[in-house]
């Protein structure tokens, strides 16, 4: 059987070297608020449309969702591109609940057989990664992490529930070719001093994985959101490979000025990214960045297409292996988007005039200002920055309570129903400039 092999510092496929290029499908089978327009994690919204709707239909809900998001005229259009690799995070919960972790909801593998059809039907590469995980692997929301602590780090309990399902996973896509591996952690964040408890983890996941599996790629993150790879070691097993994120434009807000000089941009784009490039001549591995992308914005359009064409270009430079974020949303950082005249769309104008991702942090960092004067004249950073992620967990709730739920009300049982349907392909727009982009930088 042909599956995509290490090979040193390189990615191997039937003989010869591969490099990917593609997407991520980001709130998807893992729901992320600012992409989706609506407050909360992914527990809470399904939580606010299960009340709203009442139980039966809010699962009929979110398995619309599912079904209509990603079609088959989503990956034609994928595969026009010269996309060669969907890397698709997910949340534990889909295969996992709660209040009985024994036993795997089989909706789950359902959900995943389907995919896999279709990129074998297509010959794209999947590539699953985990995006949540109980207690939280990081402290932000896209983790469905609603207290703002990574408590999964704190919590043996929740660690073998994650090392269970990543073997069962595992056994049960031993033999599928097309997938590329398995993303074992999104993002991990453990904000502890010492990263040993992190490193031993992961090593448990990668052991348990290979007693059922061995030949499918385990990728290796780094720690602070797949950024920092300080301490970390790989496991004695040769089909290890890198993953990180690249969000250069996150890190240097300054790099978003349009008067900021082009050259020096790119300058300092490519200084971050020779870092992370260097880290296959450091472990010996080959690397693929997960994630990296902008907020598109449509009034200047022209602008957010040169800051993508920057870093496709360097990508192409350092002859690294990629996935963009990401494919659909709700017009936020995604290549296509339902139509403005959509019951979705219409849903998240309303939700948009009352709140934002951005209005949400900067609400955490004043308040987390305010209460540091009222205990001290020097409030470090680094306990300001632990400290908002915990306030921000009151904010998922009020905006829950307060915002999400109430323009909810105002529609009809029918009218929601139907908003899933706004993700299909034939009733998305997309950006030409993107997909043109795509389409040149795509490794051939």
């Given at each position: 059987?042909?599956?995509?092999?290490?090979?040193?510092?390189?990615?191997?496929?039937?003989?010869?070297?591969?490099?990917?290029?593609?997407?991520?499908?980001?709130?998807?089978?893992?729901?992320?608020?600012?992409?989706?327009?609506?407050?909360?994690?992914?527990?809470?919204?399904?939580?606010?449309?299960?009340?709203?709707?009442?139980?039966?239909?809010?699962?009929?809900?979110?398995?619309?969702?599912?079904?209509?998001?990603?079609?088959?005229?989503?990956?034609?259009?994928?595969?026009?591109?010269?996309?060669?690799?969907?890397?698709?995070?997910?949340?534990?919960?889909?295969?996992?609940?709660?209040?009985?972790?024994?036993?795997?909801?089989?909706?789950?593998?359902?959900?995943?057989?389907?995919?896999?059809?279709?990129?074998?039907?297509?010959?794209?590469?999947?590539?699953?990664?985990?995006?949540?995980?109980?207690?939280?692997?990081?402290?932000?929301?896209?983790?469905?992490?609603?207290?703002?602590?990574?408590?999964?780090?704190?919590?043996?309990?929740?660690?073998?529930?994650?090392?269970?399902?990543?073997?069962?996973?595992?056994?049960?896509?031993?033999?599928?070719?097309?997938?590329?591996?398995?993303?074992?952690?999104?993002?991990?964040?453990?904000?502890?001093?010492?990263?040993?408890?992190?490193?031993?983890?992961?090593?448990?996941?990668?052991?348990?994985?290979?007693?059922?599996?061995?030949?499918?790629?385990?990728?290796?993150?780094?720690?602070?959101?797949?950024?920092?790879?300080?301490?970390?070691?790989?496991?004695?097993?040769?089909?290890?490979?890198?993953?990180?994120?690249f969000y250069p434009t996150v890190w240097d807000e300054n790099l978003t000025n349009k008067d900021y000089d082009a050259a020096e941009r790119v300058r300092k784009m490519d200084e971050q990214l020779s870092g992370f490039s260097a880290l296959r001549d450091t472990f010996g591995r080959p690397a693929l960045c997960g994630e990296a992308g902008v907020d598109i914005k449509k009034d200047d359009l022209s602008f957010t297409m040169q800051l993508?064409?920057?870093?496709?270009?360097?990508?192409?430079?350092?002859?690294?292996?990629?996935?963009?974020?990401?494919?659909?949303?709700?017009?936020?950082?995604?290549?296509?988007?339902?139509?403005?005249?959509?019951?979705?769309?219409?849903?998240?104008?309303?939700?948009?005039?009352?709140?934002?991702?951005?209005?949400?942090?900067?609400?955490?960092?004043?308040?987390?200002?305010?209460?540091?004067?009222?205990?001290?004249?020097?409030?470090?950073?680094?306990?300001?920055?632990?400290?908002?992620?915990?306030?921000?967990?009151?904010?998922?709730?009020?905006?829950?309570?307060?915002?999400?739920?109430?323009?909810?009300?105002?529609?009809?049982?029918?009218?929601?129903?139907?908003?899933?349907?706004?993700?299909?392909?034939?009733?998305?727009?997309?950006?030409?400039?993107?997909?043109?982009?795509?389409?040149?930088?795509?490794?051939?």
């Amino acid at each position: 059987m042909d599956f995509v092999k290490v090979k040193g510092k390189e990615f191997y496929y039937k003989g010869e070297s591969i490099l990917f290029s593609g997407l991520g499908v980001g709130s998807w089978l893992n729901m992320e608020h600012f992409m989706l327009g609506l407050p909360g994690t992914d527990a809470q919204i399904r939580k606010t449309f299960e009340e709203v709707l009442g139980k039966e239909d809010g699962e009929k809900f979110f398995e619309s969702f599912i079904l209509n998001f990603l079609t088959d005229e989503d990956f034609r259009f994928l595969k026009e591109m010269g996309v060669n690799l969907l890397r698709v995070p997910f949340s534990y919960r889909l295969f996992i609940d709660d209040l009985n972790p024994h036993t795997y909801k089989e909706e789950g593998f359902r959900y995943m057989d389907r995919l896999l059809a279709l990129c074998t039907k297509y010959e794209i590469f999947l590539m699953p990664d985990l995006h949540t995980t109980p207690g939280g692997q990081n402290p932000d929301w896209h983790s469905d992490n609603m207290t703002g602590i990574p408590q999964f780090w704190h919590f043996r309990i929740f660690q073998e529930q994650i090392v269970k399902l990543w073997k069962a996973i595992a056994a049960r896509y031993k033999e599928e070719t097309i997938r590329l591996g398995c993303g074992r952690l999104n993002e991990p964040s453990s904000m502890l001093k010492n990263r040993r408890r992190l490193i031993a983890v992961l090593e448990v996941v990668t052991t348990a994985v290979r007693e059922v599996d061995p030949n499918h790629i385990i990728f290796i993150e780094g720690d602070f959101f797949s950024m920092d790879f300080t301490d970390i070691r790989l496991p004695r097993d040769e089909q290890t490979a890198l993953t990180f994120h690249f969000y250069p434009t996150v890190w240097d807000e300054n790099l978003t000025n349009k008067d900021y000089d082009a050259a020096e941009r790119v300058r300092k784009m490519d200084e971050q990214l020779s870092g992370f490039s260097a880290l296959r001549d450091t472990f010996g591995r080959p690397a693929l960045c997960g994630e990296a992308g902008v907020d598109i914005k449509k009034d200047d359009l022209s602008f957010t297409m040169q800051l993508l064409d920057e870093t496709l270009s360097l990508f192409q430079k350092h002859s690294l292996s990629w996935t963009l974020w990401s494919y659909k949303d709700a017009q936020w950082m995604g290549l296509a988007y339902p139509g403005n005249d959509t019951g979705w769309m219409k849903l998240v104008s309303e939700i948009r005039k009352k709140w934002s991702h951005y209005g949400q942090m900067q609400i955490a960092d004043e308040f987390m200002d305010e209460i540091g004067k009222r205990y001290t004249d020097d409030f470090s950073k680094e306990l300001k920055y632990e400290l908002q992620f915990q306030l921000r967990g009151v904010l998922y709730r009020m905006e829950e309570e307060y915002i999400l739920k109430p323009v909810l009300e105002k529609y009809s049982r029918e009218e929601i129903m139907a908003m899933p349907e706004s993700f299909r392909f034939e009733n998305c727009d997309y950006y030409e400039e993107y997909r043109k982009l795509l389409k040149q930088y795509s490794w051939k």
